[in-house]
Every structure is written in C-alpha cells, then in structure tokens.
C-alpha cells in the first residue's frame, strides 16, 4: 500500500530555494524506488520577498495552513533588507515555537572524505548528536526596551527556563542516550547564570535517576567549546539550551566538514504538530543565485524527515550516499573543494540511491 505524505516547502531566501530543489531531487527519487512512499509537496513563498511586498513573513493564516501538513522542509530565512529579528522572528522561529517544535537535533558526524580542520581527528572521532532546547531560554523572545533615546535607555533580554521545558528535552535525551548507546553530556553555566543554568544542572540531576544506565557528564559551556576542538570523541549525545545550542552546532558544522553538511530536525515529538527540516545553515547571500550552494546539508535534513516518518532504512541510506559522494571529488560544490553546481550535486546524490 502507498502511503501519500504532504510536506509543506519553505524555500525562503538566498540559497534556501537552490538547496530546497534538491532535497526535494532526493525525496522524488526515494518514492520512485519505492512503492510504499509517496510525497505531494506544496511550496510557499514565505519569506523575506514576500515580507517587502505584504508587510509580513507569511500570511495570517500561514500557521493554520501549515497545521495541515504531514512535515515541514524549510530552507532559509533572513535576507539584507529586511532586519534580521523580523524575518526570523515572522517566520522560522514562530514555527518552532508555535508547533511546539521543542526538540532540535543536529548530528555533528563526521563521514569519511569530509574536510576537517582538527589535524588529529579521525572518522568515529567526531559522532555526536546535539539535542538543543528549542522553545524556550535565551530565544523566548521575552525582555523590554525602556526609555529609547535616553541617556536612560536600558535593555533587558529575559532567558526563560521552565520546568516543564527543561525536564522534557532533557527526558528526551536520556531516552536517546539509551537507545543510541552513547554518553550523555550536559552543557550549562551554572557558574555564572545563577538562576537559569543552576535550575538546568538541578533537572539534569533529577531526570538522570530515572536513567542510571546512561553515563553522564556535566560541562561549562566554555569548557565544552574548548573540549569540541581539543577532544571531540568525548561526546555522544548532547543536551543544552536554545543559545548554547545553536553556537556549538555552528562549532560542530565547522568540525564535520562545515556548514553545507550540517542538518537540523525542529520535532514535536509528540506529533500534535509538524515537524521541520532545514539545514543549519543559513541564506548565504555572499553565493546566493549563483548556483554553487552545497544542497548536502538540506539533502541530510530530507534522510532526517524519512527517519522521522519511520523509513530509517532511507535516512541511513541517504547519509551513506553522501558519505560515498564525498569520496568523489567530481560531484562536490566549491566549499568542499569540488566544481559542481548545486544541482549537479543534488542529480549525483540521487543516482546513488538504489
Ligand atoms: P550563513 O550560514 O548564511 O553563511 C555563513 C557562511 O557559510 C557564508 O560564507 C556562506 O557562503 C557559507 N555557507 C552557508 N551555507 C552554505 C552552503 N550550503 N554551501 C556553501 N556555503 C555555505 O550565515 P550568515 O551569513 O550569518 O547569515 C545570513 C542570513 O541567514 C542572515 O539573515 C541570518 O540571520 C540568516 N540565517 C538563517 C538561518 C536559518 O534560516 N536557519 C540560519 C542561520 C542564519
Ligand atoms: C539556526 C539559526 C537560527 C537560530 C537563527 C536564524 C534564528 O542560527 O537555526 O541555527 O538561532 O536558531
Ligand atoms: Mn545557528
């Protein structure tokens, strides 16, 4: 039986369409070769063009419209001309927050044929899988801007650490440390965020009797940033807060071959709403339109969407064949070293699949 999967696609700016053509390349492919998955895609044109011409990122019933969908791929957001907070705030962040897409998860692995600029690391070194808050903490969105154009004038950005928020990606973390076999680490800084960090370790702690199985670390986030470079193979899963996250997953790009590799799964883990796929990158306009763009990052985030709709077999599958095009200098776009265009790229990924 064929089973009909809608996925919304948010393109959006710069590179983001470029790369979103291929992974779509990809998943076309993947239905073809089996007779089991089908996919009905259906674009919006949200974004930063969009926003210059309706005054706003998506329209007003962008949320509801989306609701309806099986699973989101989104390829960038943010562009020069529209301020940065508006864009991401409009769009990809109210996504997150709004379908409570409080999971995201960024594998940092490194494959074999990948740059990587720490001169003793080898493949299996560097194998994590980033598990960041992704609802709440420094991005809530919650502060003030007092008395502007003052001599008065004070700013105040709230982090925003709930319970409930806390104990549910830390949960999930354990329960992926276990399933996975892998170490925990927790990354805070409770040194010197008194009240939000103090109250993560405490959960940490807390959570982690239900799981005295899995090994687990607690680190500084400097000290991990310093640990990411230094001793990479110390990590497995890790788990941390919405800021910290997405600094050492950039940190992480930059260790596994960089930014057009690395993926980001936005989940509900509890399917009320859909989830969203996107690479971690972001529109690039320094190579926008010029057709160069590494689509391996959004290709990894459409192997992530397969896992997640349940066809794991695809989503390793799909990593293997990047793996194996990084063996092949001849189908690389210009930041891994190669010449292709992004879609020779995307058209050589897809005739590996079988
Ligand atoms: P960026 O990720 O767009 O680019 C950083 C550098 O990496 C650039 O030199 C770029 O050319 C390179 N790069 C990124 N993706 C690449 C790819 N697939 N292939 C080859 N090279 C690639 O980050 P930035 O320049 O800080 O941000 C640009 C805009 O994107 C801003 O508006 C920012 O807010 C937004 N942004 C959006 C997202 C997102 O939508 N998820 C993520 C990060 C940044
Ligand atoms: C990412 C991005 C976003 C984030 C920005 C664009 C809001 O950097 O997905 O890593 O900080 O989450
Ligand atoms: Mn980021």
Request: hydrophobic share 40%.
């Given at each position: 039986?064929?089973?009909?999967?809608?996925?919304?696609?948010?393109?959006?700016?710069?590179?983001g369409p470029?790369?979103?053509d291929?992974a779509?390349?990809?998943?076309n492919?993947?239905?073809?070769?089996?007779d089991?998955?089908?996919?009905?895609?259906?674009?919006?044109?949200?974004?930063?063009?969009?926003y210059?011409?309706?005054?706003?990122?998506?329209?007003?019933?962008?949320?509801?419209?989306?609701?309806?969908?099986?699973?989101?791929?989104?390829?960038?957001?943010?562009?020069?001309?529209?301020?940065?907070?508006?864009?991401l705030?409009?769009l990809l962040?109210?996504?997150r927050?709004d379908?409570?897409?409080?999971?995201n998860?960024?594998?940092?692995?490194?494959?074999?044929?990948?740059?990587c600029?720490?001169?003793?690391?080898?493949?299996g070194?560097i194998d994590?899988?980033?598990?960041?808050?992704?609802?709440?903490g420094?991005?809530?969105?919650?502060?003030?801007?007092?008395?502007?154009d003052?001599?008065?004038?004070?700013?105040?950005?709230?982090?925003?650490?709930?319970?409930?928020?806390?104990?549910?990606?830390?949960r999930?973390?354990?329960?992926l440390?276990?399933?996975?076999?892998?170490?925990?680490?927790s990354?805070?800084?409770?040194?010197?965020?008194?009240?939000s960090?103090?109250?993560?370790?405490?959960?940490?702690?807390?959570?982690?009797?239900?799981y005295?199985?899995?090994?687990?670390y607690?680190?500084?986030?400097?000290?991990?940033?310093?640990?990411?470079?230094?001793k990479?193979?110390?990590?497995?899963?890790?788990v941390?807060s919405?800021?910290?996250?997405d600094?050492?997953?950039?940190?992480?790009?930059?260790?596994?071959?960089?930014?057009?590799?690395?993926?980001?799964?936005?989940?509900?883990?509890?399917?009320?709403?859909?989830?969203?796929?996107?690479?971690i990158?972001?529109?690039?306009?320094?190579?926008?339109?010029?057709?160069?763009?590494?689509p391996?990052?959004?290709?990894?985030?459409?192997s992530?969407?397969?896992?997640?709709?349940?066809?794991?077999?695809?989503?390793?599958?799909?990593v293997?064949?990047?793996?194996?095009l990084?063996?092949d200098?001849?189908?690389?776009?210009?930041?891994?070293?190669?010449t292709?265009?992004?879609?020779?790229?995307?058209?050589?990924?897809?005739?590996?699949?079988?």
């Amino acid at each position: 039986m064929t089973q009909t999967y809608r996925i919304a696609l948010i393109p959006g700016d710069g590179i983001g369409p470029e790369v979103i053509d291929e992974a779509v390349r990809v998943l076309n492919r993947v239905a073809e070769l089996d007779d089991r998955i089908a996919f009905e895609f259906t674009t919006f044109p949200w974004g930063c063009e969009y926003y210059l011409k309706h005054g706003e990122m998506m329209p007003e019933d962008g949320m509801e419209t989306l609701k309806g969908f099986d699973a989101i791929l989104l390829g960038a957001v943010g562009y020069p001309g529209v301020p940065d907070h508006i864009s991401l705030r409009g769009l990809l962040l109210r996504i997150r927050h709004d379908f409570d897409e409080y999971v995201n998860l960024r594998p940092v692995k490194l494959l074999k044929g990948a740059p990587c600029p720490l001169k003793d690391a080898k493949v299996g070194d560097i194998d994590m899988i980033f598990i960041r808050e992704n609802s709440e903490g420094e991005y809530a969105g919650s502060g003030a801007w007092l008395y502007p154009d003052t001599d008065q004038e004070v700013v105040i950005q709230n982090g925003v650490f709930s319970r409930k928020g806390c104990e549910r990606i830390i949960r999930y973390a354990y329960e992926l440390a276990r399933k996975e076999k892998k170490s925990l680490t927790s990354v805070s800084k409770g040194n010197a965020l008194n009240y939000s960090m103090v109250f993560w370790d405490q959960i940490f702690k807390e959570v982690g009797k239900d799981y005295p199985d899995v090994e687990t670390y607690s680190l500084l986030v400097d000290a991990a940033s310093m640990f990411m470079v230094k001793k990479p193979e110390r990590f497995g899963v890790v788990v941390t807060s919405n800021l910290f996250g997405d600094i050492l997953t950039d940190l992480g790009a930059a260790i596994a071959g960089g930014m057009g590799l690395a993926a980001s799964a936005n989940l509900n883990p509890e399917k009320k709403f859909p989830s969203m796929f996107e690479p971690i990158h972001g529109s690039a306009p320094d190579i926008a339109g010029k057709g160069i763009a590494n689509p391996l990052a959004s290709i990894w985030a459409a192997s992530q969407l397969l896992d997640f709709l349940g066809y794991e077999e695809w989503g390793t599958k799909i990593v293997d064949a990047i793996e194996a095009l990084l063996g092949d200098k001849a189908s690389l776009t210009p930041d891994l070293g190669g010449t292709a265009s992004t879609s020779d790229c995307g058209k050589a990924l897809a005739s590996l699949l079988k």
